[in-house]
């Protein structure tokens, strides 16, 4: 995932932070409050602790399951020679040190990725062996200045080296702690003879993934990669959506449905068929109003577990730069806000888990409530 702030990455400055500086308010004791009886979501945290480290290292994840995440979730992306690796995107100008390295300099490209034209450099041109002499660096530097302290210090993980991290801190803190690999551009690398799949696939099962009843959900933004895994795992699937992105392998065939119409009823009934569940970013959940205050909860929740889905949200960030106005602390946009009230009034929505960057502060608003 990660249209929510694609465009926001771009555009992220000095300027732009105080120009967007949000008005000094209190605490939102007006937040919707969920019932006492309310189930706690599923605490996912988003790329790892990104809100404290760089997102998609191993320290990240680390983090994130000394906090106490349900799960974590690695974005997948292939190598020139097969091998799955955790990044957002296959671009990776923005996460690592790639520019400064002169002996990569000729394999910065353009090329077309879901419909649209994209400069830098592409996992998909370096052997894995190539992208180990790289290091990571923090991605929203100027909104986590704290966080550019570790940039340098970690490579790019692979799979396998995500799922034995997590395994080891099993062993260590005698609990299951679930895997949320998301596949990013599958029909892209199906088209370079990299297919994310069947790597994924069998990768999962020789480290004991193989049933439904594993800790482990495999989400995409795309439709028909979904339909091929549902065929070949029983591991849960789920379906991203966004509510003005069409999901990039249907357009391609002149579908040209955005997630708003799937997740209308009959759309989910589509998605029932071989999903477990939907991810949806919040505004599908709780749309804002012309002040960037949370309205009324849409009925996208109920109507999705009518179908026999579970809803995920996504993201959810600390910083006031992301919350509504109306739980904005202060004037800095890099500072944290009342995120309790947020996580609270999704909790009453009735969502079945969320992506956070800061799992650590979603705990702390839904398993510590008073």
């Avoid at 706690?40 to 790892?48: D, K, Q, S, T």
């Avoid at 400069?119 to 998909?124: K, L, P, V």
């Avoid at 009959?266 to 205050?293: H, Q, T």
């Avoid at 995120?339 to 650590?360: C, K, N, T, V």
């Amino acid at each position: 995932m990660g249209q929510d702030i694609a465009k926001f990455v771009v555009a992220l400055g000095v300027a732009l932070m105080a120009a967007c500086a949000p008005p000094s308010g209190a605490l939102s004791s007006d937040a919707p409050q969920p019932p006492p009886s309310a189930p706690v979501p599923l605490i996912i945290a988003h790329r790892g602790a990104s809100g404290e480290r760089p997102e998609h290292t191993i320290e990240a994840y680390e983090l994130a399951i000394a906090q106490g995440a349900d799960f974590i979730e690695p974005d997948l992306v292939m190598t020139k020679d097969g091998v799955l690796v955790a990044r957002h995107e296959n671009e990776i100008s923005g996460t690592t040190d790639v520019a400064d390295h002169p002996e990569f300099a000729a394999r910065r490209r353009t090329q077309i990725i879901d419909g649209e034209e994209v400069s830098g450099w592409f996992t998909e041109d370096f052997t894995l062996a190539e992208l180990k002499t790289l290091r990571a660096r923090e991605r929203l530097a100027q909104l986590r200045p704290a966080n550019r302290a570790f940039d340098g210090q970690e490579t790019i993980p692979t799979l396998e080296e995500v799922i034995q991290a997590v395994q080891a801190a099993e062993g260590r803190l005698g609990r299951r702690i679930g895997l949320y690999p998301e596949t990013k551009h599958p029909s892209h690398f199906a088209a370079l003879g990299l297919a994310l799949e069947p790597a994924l696939v069998a990768i999962l099962a020789r480290y004991g993934y193989a049933t439904a009843q594993d800790p482990v959900f495999i989400q995409s933004f795309e439709m028909e990669n979904l339909r091929r895994l549902n065929e070949a795992t029983p591991l849960r699937l789920i379906q991203l959506l966004a509510g003005e992105f069409a999901p990039p392998d249907r357009a391609a065939l002149g579908d040209a449905r955005m997630g708003a119409e799937w997740a209308r009823p009959e759309g989910l009934a589509e998605i029932a068929a071989y999903a477990d569940g939907i991810g949806v970013e919040k505004a599908m959940v709780i749309p804002r109003d012309a002040n960037s205050r949370l309205a009324g909860p849409s009925d996208l929740v109920r109507n999705a577990h009518a179908a026999r889905l579970l809803v995920h949200v996504w993201t959810f960030r600390s910083e006031n730069f992301f919350l509504p106005a109306s739980f904005q602390i202060g004037a800095e946009p890099q500072a944290k806000g009342d995120f309790a009230a947020e996580y609270r009034a999704f909790q009453a929505a009735g969502i079945d888990g969320l992506f956070s960057d800061q799992p650590a502060d979603a705990i702390a608003a839904l398993k510590a409530q008073p």
